[in-house]
């Protein structure tokens, strides 16, 4: 099946600092990727859809200006978290369709703490 | 918009059960469903897809219904085991790729 990476899989940052986060598709190429937030015990919540040489399409109450995301690649998108809050601290994953097949593949998630 | 729920939010049952969880969705337009298993900490493994057009998808000992008309899906386990403890997570996808998560299911098999 496809795979999908995301690094790292755990980073500590200090509240203010940026920290990106890496989603690769391994052995597909993916003109559209998807990043998802997910609390403790919650399920994940759509942030945004990450497309391939355009602007991502954030959903309602996602702030673009405080979640970046550039999909500089078919195979890359990236996540960056700035001036990171506390209440930022969560777990970043990211899925990716591969064209032609139905599935979504996800990565392993990223865990945030911001301290 | 569309919101999906499963039935039971929490579940623990002793080892060999057969058992059900439930996802409901409240707009039948979908493209297809895909139920997902989480460990803890960890991310998704997907289990089974149904596309709109069909009734079932079976895998092993997992076994996954569709009624799209109703709004309903189901996932059946049968002869659990304390490996199937997780949450499990439906998740249903309308005419783009965007997926929209249920609420989950944690599910605790003891021995």
């Known amino acids: 099946g496809a795979v999908v990476s995301q690094h790292p899989s755990r980073v500590i940052c200090k509240s203010g600092t940026s920290v990106k986060i890496e989603c690769r598709s391994l052995d597909f190429q993916a003109t559209t990727m998807f990043w998802y937030r997910q609390f403790p015990k919650q399920s994940l919540m759509l942030m945004a859809t990450?497309?391939?040489?355009?602007?991502?399409?954030?959903e309602q109450g996602v702030e673009k200006d405080k979640f970046l995301i550039n999909h500089a690649s078919l195979t890359l998108s990236t996540l960056t978290v700035t001036s990171a809050h506390p209440e930022d601290s969560s777990f970043y994953i990211c899925?990716?369709?591969?064209?032609?097949?139905?599935?979504?593949?996800f990565g392993p998630g990223t865990r945030l703490t911001v301290t | 918009k569309q919101e999906v729920t499963q039935i039971p939010a929490a579940l623990s049952v002793p080892e060999g059960e057969n058992l059900v969880l439930n996802c409901s969705f409240t707009?039948?337009?979908?493209?297809?469903l895909q139920w997902f298993r989480q460990d803890p900490g960890k991310g998704l493994t997907s289990l089974l897809l149904?596309?709109?057009?069909?009734r079932e998808q079976t895998s092993g000992r997992l076994n996954a219904s569709l009624d799209k008309s109703s709004g309903r899906s189901t996932l059946y386990i049968a002869a659990s085991q304390p490996g199937d403890s997780a949450t499990y997570l439906c998740?249903?996808?309308?005419?783009?790729?965007?997926?929209?998560f249920g609420t989950g299911t944690r599910l605790q098999v003891f021995p």
């Open positions: 149904i596309q709109s057009s069909q």
């Open positions: 990450s497309n391939e040489g355009s602007k991502a399409t954030y």
């Open positions: 899925s990716a369709p591969p064209a032609g097949l139905y599935e979504q593949y």
């Open positions: 707009d039948s337009a979908i493209y297809n």
């Open positions: 998740a249903v996808r309308r005419n783009t790729d965007k997926l929209i």
